[in-house]
Nanobody
Framework: QVQLAESGGGSVQAGGSLRLSCAAS????????MGWFRQAPGKEREGVGV?????????VYADSVKGRFTISEDNAENTLYLQMSSLKPDDAAMYYC?????????????????WGQGTQVAVSS
């Protein structure tokens, strides 16, 4: 059963931090590729970071979040996290967790078939 459920969004001031969680079903957590994407009003959905969990890949972040955001995993809880620090107003968006079961792990949202419902992040200046 495919299931992804994000949580942890909220409203913070610029410079603050948030940690988003993505709880996955066992089936979905077995995916090779999992990542975080975001979509602001009037903009296309963009990649934040994607992790290749095959053991031969790595985590790739968007340039806009490098050094500020970190993806981590809790295999015991089938959960993917997104730690966000030094948040900026431009980071405000709906954040989504996504998964792709096999093959390569592209950065584009269109390549991911499985999605959560999203969690909203607001950043005030």
């Amino acid at each position: 059963q495919v299931q992804l459920a994000e949580s942890g969004g909220g409203s913070v001031q610029a410079g603050g931090s948030l940690r988003l969680s993505c709880a996955a079903s066992v089936y979905t957590y077995a995916s090779r590729c999992m990542g975080w994407f975001r979509q602001a009003p009037g903009k296309e959905r963009e990649g934040v970071g994607v992790t290749d969990r095959s053991g031969i890949g790595s985590t790739v972040y968007a340039d806009s979040v490098k050094g500020r955001f970190t993806i981590s995993e809790d295999n015991a809880e089938n959960t993917l996290y997104l730690q966000m620090s030094s948040l900026k107003p431009d980071d405000a968006a709906m954040y989504y967790c996504a998964a792709k079961r096999f093959f390569r792990c592209p950065a584009g949202a269109a390549d991911y078939p499985y999605w959560g419902q999203g969690t909203q992040v607001a950043v005030s200046s």
